[in-house]
């Protein structure tokens, strides 16, 4: 049964609404529910990730708006290497949770703002040296829209950083696909076995719209590569690479089955 008037809605405000309520519900137990952006085979990924932007930005410091900031584990990362961070999100319990893991010693460089990535960008007119989309686009109605609105906060010479995506591609190979499902059902399986001992809900009868890209088979980087290199972008890396909940569980479809779910993207304007 329907608890919100979906019918007389439209659909850009059912996600939006469905997307407030699922994650005011996952609140500071967000990664708990999602170990798969912070086992070690991420984590390793995540790193990485956070080097490149550093080592491409070429100077310590430097403002960085993080889209969809969640609890942070992207925030914090470039907090921690001297960054002034503007976290968005649309989930006040996220930002909570995140709040309280800052130390007093990085908290004049940490601004969190309530609200969705949308109204943020017709509300907020500034500029920023790196601006990162995590784990957002997928999410969104218009996903193309909200990356070209993005990519005007960047300032020139400025890094875009899309991270942790889900893939939108085509399946080269029958049997990998067949083993990639095998090894998805087995650790999802222990995953749920895992979370039900914990006492962690899932909500996943909740995602129907929430995670609204998926329903398409998620985001595919080359249009997003293309929409940004009509802009005089230059596109510095697009990693594909395959996300699972457990660490070995990934670096077995990287290492052996070679499969591919999720990507970054990394751009130059």
């Not at 956070?50 to 430097?62: A, F, H, T």
């Not at 090894?183 to 996943?204: D, N, P």
């Not at 660490?247 to 999720?262: D, H, Q, Y």
């Amino acid at each position: 049964m329907e608890t919100y008037s979906e019918q007389s809605e439209s659909l850009p405000k059912r996600i939006l609404h469905e997307n407030r309520e699922v994650h005011a519900l996952e609140g500071p137990l967000y990664l708990s529910r999602h170990p798969e952006q912070t086992n070690f085979y991420q984590s390793k990924i995540l790193k990485r990730t956070v080097d490149r932007v550093c080592s491409e930005l070429g100077r310590p410091g430097g403002t960085i708006l993080d889209a969809g900031c969640g609890t942070g584990y992207l925030f914090l990362e470039l907090l921690r290497r001297g960054f002034s961070v503007t976290g968005v999100d649309l989930s006040d319990a996220m930002l909570k949770a995140l709040e309280a893991q800052l130390l007093d010693s990085e908290r004049s460089r940490a601004r969190l703002q309530a609200q969705d990535i949308e109204s943020f960008l017709t509300t907020d007119s500034a500029q920023y040296d790196v601006v990162t989309a995590s784990a957002l686009l997928h999410h969104l109605y218009d996903p193309s829209d909200v990356l070209a609105r993005l990519s005007e906060r960047v300032k020139p010479g400025g890094l875009l950083l899309i991270f942790f995506e889900p893939l939108k591609q085509a399946i080269a190979s029958p049997w990998r696909y067949r083993l990639h499902r095998m090894l998805t059902h087995a650790h999802e399986s222990v995953y749920r076995m895992e979370m039900a001992l914990r006492g962690i809900s899932l909500f996943e009868e909740k995602y129907e719209l929430a995670d609204y890209q998926r329903k398409f088979g998620g985001i595919d980087p080359y249009e997003m590569a293309e929409l940004l290199k009509a802009k005089d972008w230059n596109i510095l890396e697009i990693e594909k690479y395959c996300s699972r909940r457990y660490g070995l569980a990934a670096w077995i479809a990287n290492r052996w089955l070679k499969s591919e779910n999720t990507f970054n993207l990394l751009a130059r304007k």
